[in-house]
């Protein structure tokens, strides 16, 4: 595709993505918020569980909450599914522009393994599609029956996909992959669950016959996965900007951390809503504990193995690695096809543009090895650390 068009193909999609994905999130945090703010009405009335006043925008508002299902419903309800539906709409074309019309670049990377792009686009679909097969499987098996194990498998699982993916394709493509399995697991529990089991109680209520308990169960334990689904997958849509996470070494487990750390937020905000701040508070503080010594645990180690570190680098040699891997792309007129300028603003055309980005490189190119993108100029651990180490000794231009 003309890379100019899919800049703004690109731009167009993501930010539809990211405002329908507001208005899901924003919606389903807003009715755990008002959920958790209710209170019985001061002047009882018949059915109203909690009531509960706003002050927003200079007007006032009351929500009421029914116990069960009101006597006679309104000619009009609102139902919250299209945000869902659009969300993931807009996350899979986005995932077709960026990654699959792009998998030579983004899906692939031979330090990683030889597959070839169709492969890695096939195991990325494979991945998402039986994920929620796999999902839905175990929680209608009688491991269902028991959250506590349910939620502990599907971590292990979850994981071991991260895992897997990490060790086929490239490392930023394993991390938006576990992300879409979570978020399509998310989207097709509102479509065969949650939304389908509220169907079944507003027609129960028309026609006054009683509403199939055990499906709107089965449906909130749904809910609740997608609670504590939210915040892993935020972090997992935004870790592109992060190489330091998924271009870790052991970038899965830094994914299953910071998993937990987001799944424990979420759980102080529900042990909140149900009066057990004190406790809640303490999990969010082991969490915060744990993504401090996760700061530390996982600093870029770097050791040249095939350079030798008290030889002063030079930087004619620097520069020539940098102009075979990194200007065909970055340079403020790239060669290679896929870019019309250079990625992120980031050119390497001079020594004084070298130097200033040198941490950059090092962070990179060094320790997390994300670049070249999908090696496509087939960089050799020697020419890595020839980088590392002249940007050890400073970055000298001379
Ligand atoms: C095939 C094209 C391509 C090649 C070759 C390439 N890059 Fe990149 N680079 C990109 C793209 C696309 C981005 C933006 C996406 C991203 O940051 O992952 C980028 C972003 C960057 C950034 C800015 C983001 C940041 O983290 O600071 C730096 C620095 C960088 N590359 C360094 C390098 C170095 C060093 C090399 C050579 C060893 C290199 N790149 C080779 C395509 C390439």
């Not at 018949?46 to 925008?57: K, R, S």
């Not at 996982?298 to 940098?322: H, L, R």
């Not at 994300?370 to 651990?381: C, F, S, V, Y």
Request: hydrophobic share 50%.
């Amino acid at each position: 595709m003309d890379p100019n068009l899919g800049e703004w193909l690109n731009l167009v999609v993501r930010w539809t993505h990211v405002i329908t994905g507001i208005a899901w999130i924003g919606s389903s945090f807003y009715f755990n918020w008002q959920d958790s703010h209710l209170h019985p009405p001061e002047a009882a009335r018949e059915g109203i569980e909690g009531e509960l006043w706003m002050v927003h925008g200079g007007s006032f508002y009351r929500a009421e909450k029914f116990g069960v299902a009101p006597a006679t419903l309104p000619k009009t309800l609102h139902w919250f599914v299209w945000e869902a539906t659009y969300t993931w709409v807009t996350g899979v074309l986005l995932l077709f522009l960026v990654y699959y019309l792009g998998a030579k670049i983004y899906m692939v990377d031979p330090g990683v393994s030889d597959i070839g792009p169709g492969a890695a686009v096939a195991i990325g679909i494979g991945v998402i599609a039986v994920g929620w097969f796999v999902y839905d499987l175990l929680w209608r098996s009688p491991i269902g029956r028991t959250p506590v194990l349910g939620a502990a498998i599907m971590f292990v699982l979850v994981t071991a996909v991260a895992y897997g993916l990490s060790q086929v394709i490239s490392a930023r493509a394993a991390y938006i992959h576990v992300g879409a399995m979570l978020g399509t697991i998310m989207v097709v529990n509102v479509w065969v669950h949650i939304i389908p089991s509220q169907r079944q109680v507003v027609a129960a209520t028309r026609d006054g016959t009683e509403p199939d308990v055990a499906r709107a169960r089965a449906a909130s334990l749904r809910s609740l996965h997608n609670n504590y689904m939210t915040l892993p997958v935020v972090f997992i849509m935004i870790s592109s900007h992060y190489p330091a996470t998924y271009g870790h070494p052991q970038g899965w487990l830094i994914l299953a951390a910071l998993s937990v750390a987001g799944m424990a937020v979420r759980h102080t905000f529900n042990l909140r809503n149900k009066g057990r701040a004190a406790l809640g508070y303490w999990i969010s503080g082991a969490a915060v504990a744990g993504m401090i010594a996760l700061v530390y645990a996982s600093a870029p180690q770097f050791e040249s193995d095939t350079v030798d570190t008290d030889e002063p680098v030079a930087f004619v040699t620097v520069k020539a690695v940098i102009d075979l891997r990194c200007v065909p792309c970055h340079s403020a007129k790239p060669r290679h096809e896929d870019f019309d300028k250079p990625p992120e603003g980031v050119a390497f055309d001079t020594p004084q543009q070298i130097k200033t980005l040198a941490q950059r490189i090092f962070a990179r190119a060094v320790v997390s090895e994300t670049m070249p993108l999908g090696d496509e100029t087939g960089m050799t651990q020697e020419e890595r650390d020839l980088l590392g180490v002249w940007v050890r000794q400073g970055a000298p231009l001379e």
